[in-house]
C-alpha cells in the first residue's frame, strides 16, 4: 500500500552532512519514514542546499529574505539565542513568518497532513492552513512570548490542531495554562541507542591522564546554566569538558581563564586538547560544536555528565533535555537541575542525583559524591542506562504515527519515557 505523505516543519535540523545542528527531528523523520512518504521542511541558511536528501529523507529549504547572505536567524543555534546575540536580527522575524506561509502556499497540497514541531512559528503559520496537522512544543516555544498577539495566535495554533504534544509534563501543563483541558499527548524526543554506548570510549580521549572529566552538551545560552557549572568546578580536582557553541561562550571562556589565574593554575593546552580543537583555561575545557559521530566518543570516553539548567529571566526553562538521553546511553551517571521537565527523565537517587537551580554548592556536592562513591555511581550509571533503552526513536515513531492515524483527539498519552502503547512495555 502506498505511503500516506506527511510534511514535517521545524527551524532546528541539520543543515548539511555531519553538521552540529540538533538532529532529533531527523532521527524522529528517519524512524517514522518506516509509516509515511516524508518531506522536511526547514529554513534555508548560508552554505545550505535548497533541496537534498539527507540520510535518506527529503529537504526543502526555503528562503525568506531577499538577500539570501543574511538569512541567519534560526542557525547556528536557535532562534530567540540568536536575537538576544544580535538585537537587529528580530527584523527578521516577520520575514521568516511570511517565508514559510509562502513555502507552505506552494508546496502544501502535495501532503496528507503536517507535522509542526515548535509552536513559533511552524504551529502558527501552519494553522491559517486547513491541511490537518499535529504540533508539537520542545520548550520556549511554549514557555516564552505569552502576552499579546502571540498568545492569541498560540492559542489558535493549538486549537486547530488535529493533535497537541509535549516533549515533558511541564510543558503539559505550561499548554495547559494557554488553553485549559485541551486533550495533550506527552511523547520526549527519542535517542538513537545504536549511536550512543559505552562501547565508543576511548581511554585519556581529552588528555586527562588520572583525572575524571565531567561533561556538558548544549547551547551555551543562559537557560543552560553552565555559569553556574563552571563556578562548582572551581575546587573539584576532574577536568571540566563543554561542548557547544552559542551567545555566551566568549563570557563563559572568560569565567573560566579568570578563575584558573585565581587558582594560580598552569592553563597549558595538552596536545589532546589542540587536536580536538579545543581551548583550555585551568580545569574548563572548550570544544565548541561537534558532530554527531563525535559526540558518541565524547559522551562514552567521559565519566559524569552535567545539565545545571535554569529558567531564565523571561521564563523559558528546558523541555526535556535530551542530551541527557544520549549521556545515559553512554553509559554516564547524570547530575542535573531541577528546572523543567528535567525530573520527568531523572529520578533523585535511582538514575542521577538532582540540584536546585543556580545551587554552586548543591552542584559541586553532588559531582563530588558521584566521584567518591562507587556503588553509588555504579548504582546511578546502570539505573540510568536502563531508562534511555525506553527512548528509542521506533518507539517514538509508533506513536507519532498513532496520533497522525487517529482523526479524533485522544486522550493524553502521559508517557514519561515513551513506553510504546502497542506493546505495553
Known sequence: MEKKKLLVTASTFPRWDKDTEP?????????MSEYFDITVMVPACPGSKDKEILEGIKVIRYHYFPIHKFETLCYPGAIVPRIKEKKIRALLVPFLFLGLWNALRKNINNYDFVHAHWLIPQGIVQSFFKKPYIVTGHGGDVCSLNKGIVRKLKIRCIKNAQHVTVVSEHLKDRVHELVPNVPIDVIPMGVDTSAFGPQYRVENYFGQGDKKVVL??????????????????????????????????????????????????????????????????????FLGGKSHEQLSTIYASADIFCMPSITTSKGESEGFGLVMLEAMASGLPVVASNSGGIPQLVKDGENGLLCEEKNV??????????????????????????????????????????????????????????HDIDSGT
Open 23 to 31: 538532529r532529533f527531528v531527523l532521527d524522529l523523520c528517519k524512524a
Open 216 to 285: 556538558f552538551v548544549g547551547r551555551l545560552a543562559e537557560i543552560k546554566g553552565v555559569t553556574y557549572l563552571i563556578e562548582a568546578m572551581r575546587n573539584i580536582d576532574a577536568l571540566l569538558v563543554i561542548v557547544g557553541d552559542g551567545p555566551l561562550r566568549a563570557e563563559l571562556e572568560q569565567q573560566a581563564y579568570t578563575q584558573a589565574l585565581q587558582k594560580d593554575e598552569n592553563a597549558k593546552f595538552p596536545d589532546e586538547i589542540i587536536k580536538l580543537g579545543g581551548k583550555r583555561f585551568g580545569n574548563v575545557v
Open 361 to 418: 554548592w548543591q552542584i559541586a556536592d553532588n559531582i563530588e559524591t558521584l566521584l567518591a562513591d562507587a556503588e553509588q555511581y555504579q548504582k546511578i550509571q546502570k539505573n540510568g542506562f536502563e531508562a534511555s533503552k525506553a527512548g528509542s526513536y521506533a518507539a517514538k515513531a509508533r506513536l507519532f504515527k498513532k496520533c497522525l492515524d487517529t482523526e479524533k483527539e485522544m486522550e493524553g498519552i502521559n508517557l514519561v519515557l515513551g
